[in-house]
């Protein structure tokens, strides 16, 4: 039973505009949430994480929402540049463990 | 201070074999993970080390895969009788606060064939 989702397996977007990323979890006890990104051939990098006491953060052109009545989070990239092309990871934090949703691969079409 | 490394890059082995990878945490970091990431799938959680506590293996899929930590430091995860579902790329982290953001490494490309 997979606990955290991603239910987009691909996403392309314009340069320019706004790239959104949307991740779903079913554990309530979850208590911070990041995303990550992958570019082929590396690891996994951290990009941006949210505790379960807000409902936004805020880094740059990235910014994290969640949605803790509907346990939904979303990443949104704005303006989306083509250096943003990556495979992007959803994770829930829980018993000092991370679980991984099964990632969206985001094209950005120049 | 350097990120976490992993060897070897790529491995390629015949089924029956073992296998040993190796993890290099960020100095300094307690928290040491490994997970392993098969084609098209995300990143399934196999064993974690935190600081001298017994590891959390709840993630290990059978009894050919082990791993030890050793001085706090170095990581290996060994594979007995390598089977072709085992080919993945296996994946190093660490972090200083458990819970919070994971550093990883580049990962481990094993190929059983």
Redesign the interface.
């Known amino acids: 039973d997979q606990q955290v989702k991603q239910n987009s397996p691909s996403l392309s977007v314009q340069e320019g505009r706004i790239s959104i990323l949307n991740c779903d979890y079913t554990n309530s006890m979850f208590d911070y949430f990041l995303w990550y990104k992958k570019y082929p051939a590396e690891g996994p990098t951290f990009l941006i994480s949210i505790s379960s006491i807000k409902d936004k953060n805020e880094d740059g052109r990235f910014t994290v929402f969640l949605n803790k009545s509907a346990k939904h989070l979303s990443l949104h990239i704005v303006p989306s540049q083509p250096g943003d092309s990556a495979v992007y990871f959803c994770a829930a934090s829980g018993n000092e463990k991370l679980t991984f949703g099964t990632g969206t691969r985001l094209t950005i079409i120049p | 201070g350097a990120g976490?490394s992993q060897s070897p890059s790529n491995k390629v082995t015949e089924k029956g074999k073992d296998v040993e990878l190796r993890c290099d945490p960020i100095s300094g970091h307690t928290?040491l993970?490994w997970?392993r990431q098969s084609l098209g799938?995300?990143?399934e959680?196999l064993i974690?080390f935190?600081g001298n506590s017994a590891p959390?293996k709840s993630g290990l899929p059978s009894d050919r895969f082990s791993a030890e930590r050793t001085g706090g430091s170095v990581s290996t995860l060994t594979i007995q009788r390598t089977q072709q579902e085992d080919s993945a790329v296996y994946?190093c982290?660490s972090t200083a606060f458990?819970?919070?953001?994971?550093?990883?490494?580049?990962?481990t490309r094993l190929t059983v064939l």
């Open positions: 976490v928290a993970y997970y799938q995300g990143l959680f974690y935190q959390d994946l982290a458990p819970g919070e953001a994971q550093y990883f490494g580049p990962g």
